[in-house]
């Protein structure tokens, strides 16, 4: 089949430098040979560890690892992941924290599908877990998803989120990172005007693409350079006949991965080559700083291709949410259909992938809204990643969302005939003005 060739010749390439660090870890760690003191043997085994591993952690899953946390009475409890909603292209799943009675607050968390999987959150998930009951979309590899489950687009993404949000109820409070903040934005468009009693109560926008259009990146450059048959032919294989998928045309995640690194291709030889130094003088641990950035890093996964080419295409070249004239099974979305869910903007002032400005731009499609529902956060030098996970995350930014979630956890007042229904302030900090779309 047309670039299935492609795909198995990636595959292989990944499985032969996975076998070629086993050989070579396996083959300088004979004991025989530590009577020479050669000292390239240590390196050569060090090289064959790290390859090895990095290579492996390709086609491996992550487990998100969070067995417990620390309740108020000082006592550990114990953390099951259950499947509340199961689809044939992500399961909505419940953090089920044992020995704890409900909490006040639940959150949705929205993981990206942009190539890695959900696993990303995990320090989002916990910091966010002793203070709520959380549930996260996990979205599935598509190279894992048999041809006959059919399709799944930017449409198809927004109709699972808008299941998840009627299976939760209207308590729900969504935290959105990055990708799906366009697509959770019309979710909640989608059902102000289908299902006004399903809309959650908050919406935490976090550094995702609007209006691309508004502060040009790397990303949206790229977008605006490539034809959509350009990138067709150069992303676009079909899935090979290991996995379960085969046939399925996707964007693998090992090219986004090439791209990924590539932007940083310095940086990350860096770092690689200071970990085998490390493994070799037996510094290094198998939980270090080091492996476990790049054991959730280089664990990537394929997005179906319409998903892939229908983001790009709808999203940033279009910017159809940007335009409010995004359609969802034929019917438009009509964003200023909001009128009592109060979102906040978060963005990070040194985000090099979703530049301030672009997910601030919500606020300016969201006419329906009073300005005493919207809010906004720049986190002064924080980055992409910055904004949910390390220093900027913990300290700042989720006291934020969580005041801002409390001070809108109430149903929304019905107002009287021919009166505008009473509305809270969030606490800290004003609400933020609209700002003007950019042009073009």
């Excluded at 492609?6 to 009577?35: C, I, K, Q």
């Excluded at 240590?42 to 090895?52: K, N, Q, R």
């Excluded at 489950?149 to 308590?171: I, N």
């Excluded at 989608?190 to 399903?198: C, K």
């Amino acid at each position: 089949m047309k670039y299935m060739a492609t795909y198995d010749l990636m595959e292989s390439v990944r499985n032969t430098n996975e076998w070629l660090g086993a050989s070579a870890r396996a083959f300088a760690s004979y004991p025989l040979f530590s009577l020479s003191m050669n000292p390239m043997l240590p390196l050569i085994a060090a090289w064959g560890e790290v390859t090895e591993r990095s290579f492996g952690r390709m086609v491996a899953k992550p487990d998100w690892g969070i067995r417990s946390i620390v309740g108020p009475e000082g006592q550990d409890h114990l953390v099951d992941e259950k499947i509340v909603v199961e689809k044939p292209f992500g399961n909505l799943v419940k953090f089920e924290v044992r020995r704890r009675a409900p909490m006040a607050r639940k959150i949705l968390v929205v993981a990206p599908m942009s190539g890695h999987y959900a696993t990303l959150l995990r320090s989002t998930v916990a910091s966010l877990m002793p203070d709520a009951d959380i549930y996260v979309t996990d979205w599935h590899n598509a190279r894992d998803i048999p041809v006959s489950a059919g399709k799944f687009d930017v449409e198809d993404y927004t109709l699972y989120v808008v299941d998840f949000l009627r299976h939760l109820g209207p308590d729900t409070h969504v935290v959105a990172v990055c990708q799906p903040v366009p697509l959770v934005l019309a979710a909640t468009a989608y059902l102000a005007g289908e299902d006004p009693e399903a809309q959650p109560r908050t919406l935490t926008l976090m550094g995702g693409p609007v209006d691309p259009d508004a502060a040009a990146t790397e990303v949206t450059d790229f977008g605006n350079r490539v034809t959509m048959g350009q990138l067709e032919h150069l992303a676009i294989q079909r899935v090979g006949f290991k996995y379960k998928g085969a046939g399925r045309l996707v964007y693998p995640g090992l090219a986004q991965l090439a791209g990924f690194i590539s932007m940083n291709a310095e940086r990350h030889a860096k770092a690689f080559s200071d970990q085998i130094f490390k493994v070799a003088q037996g510094e290094a641990g198998d939980h270090d700083a080091h492996n476990r950035f790049y054991d959730e890093y280089l664990a990537v996964m394929d997005m179906t291709a319409e998903f892939y080419l229908s983001t790009v295409e709808r999203i940033f070249k279009n910017r159809e949410i940007a335009r409010n004239e995004f359609t969802v099974a034929g019917k438009r979305v009509d964003i200023g259909a909001i009128t009592s869910v109060a979102v906040k903007i978060v963005e990070g002032e040194k985000d090099d992938i979703s530049a301030p400005g672009q997910c601030l731009a919500a606020l300016d499609l969201l006419t329906g809204l009073p300005p005493e529902k919207k809010a906004q956060h720049l986190e002064p030098g924080a980055g992409h990643y910055g904004i949910f996970a390390g220093k900027a995350w913990r300290v700042n930014i989720r006291p934020l969302v969580l005041d801002f979630i409390d001070a809108n956890s109430a149903p929304p007042a019905k107002a009287s005939p021919g009166k505008e229904p009473a509305v809270k302030a969030p606490r800290g900090g004003k609400p933020a003005a609209p700002i003007r779309l950019a042009s073009g």
